[in-house]
């Protein structure tokens, strides 16, 4: 028996005995491989019972966590967020989301800018090609602009109207620039003409949509939608059916800021790209402003109505709706109503006419819509007050199969459309700037032929006296190749570069110059494709800064005239070229200078000698032309556009660009 050690108690002594016994034990027994039993430590300590830490020998307590850092920027950004939601009720409520739309434009085109200054290069870096560059900022663009709408979607348009000096990809995106826009609601319009006139839209028209006995009807649904405003059918008490255009509610709010966002980026884009584009954005504000002005849009086309009424080559071919002033505000238009055949619909413009004979289509000549013995009585219309469309379908010249047509000559078309631009042109100074086909009507009249029908009268420009005469000789010089006379015009426009001035009037190459053009283009190297790309698009850019030249001096109506011709040749091409439109638009350049009130007797004398030579030289043109129709008939060309637009594709292909003058798709 073991006696326990001094100092040692009975279950420490008792666990010591137990250790021993193992120990000797686990010696004995064999081991196997790397397997051992596991070894047992003895506690060699005196035994303590655990004392806490006195009080006074702790550290003083650390003062709690507050976060104050993380409070303080939780703070901001709840206020951040605070502050952010108010503006945006406040843009959405009382601004028509004008600030969201500016700040979208701001960031998208900083976007773009930078791409372009980045990857415009042979080998971009972030891009696999200059056309994939030119593609995805097409897209974002194109994006942008049918998102913000209002005088953005203008812009797109103007933007699509000369997409055929821009890379391909432009081309297709800005093509779906002319689908209609959204409308806007019943509420909304409503809204508008109660601000405009104070009183309920059944007040102002006298028009009921209940079917009350007495009254006019009109139709909530718009039968078309622009960019600024849509068209409601209606027919009044009195019998007169009219067109109210109803400009969008938003567009009041958001013109202001839409133009000077457009001054900014452009402002931005002038002295990023070197650019001289800053210059024009006064004059192209204010165009686009006066736009939203119906009043001013009555103006324009009571003017334009009494310039056709006194020119006899006009009176009877031309016709201007009348515009009901009593009806009418500055963002509220009622005009005629106008049934006719839009001019890019070339199949019911001339299949054979299925009407009485000499009879004209519905309304020509401003008589009534409904022939005697056909009219649409009250009743039956209020009877289709349920429905959403109850104007009466005028189509019986079509003939009961539907497949009638107006019986039309698209020569005699567009002979009538290009003598009513020039004369605005080279005759008035007072030009239709907005010209495509979707503000064009035409009608038959009871002798056979067309009847010209322009409407939206909004978008004007006045050419003074002296600019005219200038553009008159201009045109002239072209036509004759009179490179001193054109060089010295030029020159006083502050225009540096006359033969891509000249080609880009004519819509055609321009060979009378000094080829000055041309020989710089063979001076540049035969290198891979993609540089030689970029360097031609370089070499674009500064064509574009030798046509701009002088900003002091340049006049800005060229702006829009240009416009105003590139519309006009691209609806002669739609229409198969069936005219000699340089020939007819040369003619009345001369002729007006003959003609012009603004000269002295002595001046038109001198320039009627010199018309008179003019004309023999026209015949040159014609060879041109007939030579086209010849080919066409035979089946080996599209007409003389389609040859003059191969020219300008060759052409501008030593630039870089790729043509396209399909601008009306969509």
Known sequence: MLTPLAGECSRCLKSSTTASILQSQRSTIPKYGRFLLPKRFLQTQQYQAFAPTPPGSLPKPAPPKTYRRTRKWGRR???????????YGIDRQFYASSIARSTRTFALGSLVAIDYKINFRPHPPLADSIAALHHRNAERLFELLRNNGGLYLKIGQAIAMQSAILPPEFQEMFAKMFDDAPQNTWTEVEQVIREDFGKTPEEVFGVSFTGETGMGVMERKARASASVAQVHWAKLKDGREVAI????????SQVGWDLWTFKVVTYIYTKIFDLPLYSLVPYISERLLLETDFQNEADNSERMAKLVAGESRLRGRVYIPKVYRELSSKRVMTAEWIEGVRLWDKESLTRPWRGKRRQGSPGCQGTSLDTPGQEETMMSIHSNLVQERIKPNRESWKGEDGKGGLGLSLKDVMTTMVDLFSAQMFLWGFVHCDPHPGNIFIRRLPSGKPELVLIDHGLYINMKPDFRHQYCLFWKSLMTFDNKMLGEIVEGWGIKNADIFASATLMRPYTGGDQSTSRE??????????????????KMRKGIRDILGDEKKWPQELIFIGRNLRIVQGNNQYLGSPVNRIKITGNWASRSLVESPDLTYGEKLKNLGRHLIFKFVLFSSDVVFYGSKIKQFFGMGGGMEDDIELQMKHMAKDFGVELNHSVFEG
């Open 521 to 538: 283009i063979r001076k540049l190297s035969k290198r891979e494709q993609a540089e030689r790309a970029y360097e031609m698009q370089q």
């Open 245 to 252: 255009k109803v400009q969008k509610w938003e567009i009041a």
């Open 77 to 87: 950004l709840l206020y951040l967020a605070g502050g952010v939601g108010l503006l």
